[in-house]
């Protein structure tokens, strides 16, 4: 493969570094904020819906759509340079709304879900939020349990959805909710599951809390007697699994960003140049030399993960199921790998809190150290990631 971008891509890079610089206020972290870490991606708040309505005024949501429905037929390589730059300003991406969902329907969608949908991706109009995960389920999508059974309602064809999910981040602030439903109980796990579009403010949701280790919320989402109309079912019936599983290929390479790894590694790196432990130079003790030689050479190898996973996904076919595990696993793995690092190369002045001014790299040691677990965990767990390269790259048996 080629690692060098074209002139254009160069050029389209330039152009969103002069636009992040116009609007990025220094000291200002309502829309801009790295020690939010991985969940900066997220559209949660006024200021940073605004910011990604410019973004989607210069065109930037439907880089990949079709024409026909807004978009512009870019490679995909424009979305990798433009998530890369907001990612290391701590900025919202482009995600769930232009990735999981607007390419699912684009995909699979009714007509009617098309029009009533993609418009309002494209102009930012709309939030979703994602429901897979259930308490019994986890990671393992195909086991979820949450029930949905045909009905009529004052003439209307549709289902009545009953049950629970977790983990669902941007239950709390969303306009709709993408979640998968079991729709055939007697099929096996893998056949029985359709998708919906359910709106949030339905008065048979509850949404009740969850606060993660890193600070973040994220929520349970319970479901009393929910009636969807059918129009809001999307693709084929029982089909929604493998509707989930092309969205989470999507998933896995577009949320978990190289550039704030690199970030974090490079805040390390900064630090050991100058600091003193016990009245020693850092950067003359062979440990940590020979830890932050060994991190460099595995940020480099991410990073061409990376790209090899933006390259495949320009070609025809199906997304690169393989090749986003594998960077998904290498590099959130990675990122627990520096954060270690970071706290116990810089002893218990690590511990401190982020923001504070006598601590070790501004207490970022400390912040990345608790968040850089959810990486781990979101889009599926290491432990799910080894098991798709172990079948699909590896050839290895189910029961292996």
């Not at 089909?239 to 896995?252: C, P």
């Amino acid at each position: 493969m080629d690692f060098d971008f074209t002139p254009e891509q160069r050029a389209f890079a330039a152009d969103v570094e002069t636009f992040l610089d116009t609007e990025q206020v220094p000291g200002d972290t309502s829309v801009f904020d790295v020690t939010r870490e991985n969940m900066a991606q997220i559209v949660d708040t006024p200021a940073r819906r605004a910011f990604m309505k410019k973004m989607s005024e210069r065109g930037w949501l439907g880089i990949t759509w079709p024409k026909e429905w807004g978009g512009a037929e870019g490679d995909g390589v424009y979305e990798y340079l433009l998530n890369e730059a907001l990612a290391r300003r701590g900025a919202p991406q482009i995600g769930k709304g232009v990735g999981i969902i607007g390419k699912t329907i684009l995909a699979h969608g009714s007509p009617a879900l098309r029009q009533e949908f993609l418009p309002k991706i494209l102009r930012n109009e709309v939030e979703f939020a994602v429901g897979y995960s259930e308490p019994d389920s986890g990671s393992d999508a195909a086991s979820m349990k949450l029930k949905a059974e045909r009905t009529t309602r004052d003439g209307v064809e549709g289902w009545i959805l009953n049950g629970q999910k977790t983990w669902t981040t941007s239950a709390h602030f969303a306009e709709w909710y993408w979640v998968g439903a079991r729709t055939d109980p007697e099929a096996p796990k893998h056949f029985g599951i359709t998708l919906f579009l359910v709106p949030l403010d339905h008065p048979g949701i509850t949404v009740q809390g969850i606060w993660t280790m890193g600070d973040e919320r994220t929520n349970s989402v319970f479901f009393d007697d929910v009636f969807v109309p059918d129009d809001h079912r999307v693709g084929e019936l029982n089909k929604g699994f493998q509707y989930i599983s092309e969205a989470l290929d999507l998933e896995r390479f577009t949320m978990f960003t190289y550039s704030p790894i690199a970030a974090r590694f490079q805040l390390l790196v900064d630090w050991a140049r100058t600091a003193e432990v016990d009245d020693e130079p850092v950067r003359e003790d062979p440990v940590t030399r020979r830890r932050i030689a060994r991190l460099a050479t595995e940020a480099e190898v991410a990073r061409l993960m990376g790209l090899r996973v933006v390259a495949a996904s320009t070609k025809p076919g199906p997304p690169p199921t393989t090749e986003a595990s594998e960077y998904k696993l290498y590099a959130t793995e990675l990122s627990q790998r520096v954060a270690d690092a970071a706290m116990d190369l810089a002893a218990p002045g690590s511990q401190l809190r982020v923001g504070t001014e006598e601590a070790p790299m501004a207490g970022r040691a400390e912040s990345t150290y608790r968040y850089t677990v959810l990486d781990t965990i979101g889009g599926g767990t290491s432990e799910v990631q080894k098991n798709i390269i172990a079948r699909r790259r590896l050839g290895l048996p189910k029961n292996f």
